[in-house]
């Protein structure tokens, strides 16, 4: 009997580690993808300026794009790699960009193909994890793009504040 006791007690400690190493995350739906795209068409829109607009999920998946009429094709990818460059580095692309001008080191990061160190794309964040990106391209330059996406983040309060 003491025996029993003491392998249960063994197993309570063994199970109890295997619980605590799995981790609640909240997930980037459909619709939250959708409503982010069409608030950053909208503040560019607002300003006259035509866009595409990329939302990546946590895992790099692509949730929702949009494009604006006449909008050259080009965009689209570059909305895409905006997204995955501020999910990947979990920074804002406009300072990676900046960072990237600065620093020697950093410059290396224009190496990789994937990435693309342009400003208007954004990591997502809700209650401090990361939940995916945004990616805007074609607003006419790089401050224009990343106020659009800015502009998308603001509009989804259970989102934190873009930085």
């Keep these: 009997m003491k025996h029993l006791v003491l392998a249960a007690g063994i197993l309570g400690l063994l199970a109890g580690p295997a619980q605590a190493q799995l981790q609640t995350v909240s997930d ?9 795209s069409g ?3 909208a503040a560019c829109q607002l300003k006259g300026r035509q866009i595409v607009v990329t939302v990546l999920d946590r895992g790099g998946n692509i949730v929702s794009v949009q494009r604006a009429d006449g909008v050259g ?3 689209t990818e570059a909305s895409r790699r905006k997204a995955y460059t501020a999910l990947s580095t ?5 300072t990676l960009a900046t960072n990237a001008r600065a620093n020697p080191d950093a410059a ?4 990789l193909p ?4 342009l400003g208007g794309g954004l990591p997502l964040m809700a ?5 995916g990106a945004i990616g805007v391209a074609g607003g006419g330059g790089a401050l224009h793009d990343r106020a659009c996406a800015q502009a998308a983040i603001a509009a989804m ?3 934190d504040p873009a930085i």
Excluded: Y
């Excluded at 290396?108 to 190496?111: I, K, P, R, S």
């Design 90 to 94: 979990r920074t804002d692309t406009q």
């Design 157 to 159: 309060p259970e989102l």
């Design 73 to 75: 094709p080009h965009n």
């Design 108 to 111: 290396n990061l224009t190496t």
């Design 28 to 36: 980037l739906s459909l619709n939250a993808a959708q409503k982010l």
């Design 127 to 131: 209650k401090g994890q990361i939940v």
């Design 39 to 41: 608030a950053a068409m």
């Design 114 to 117: 994937e990435l693309l160190l």
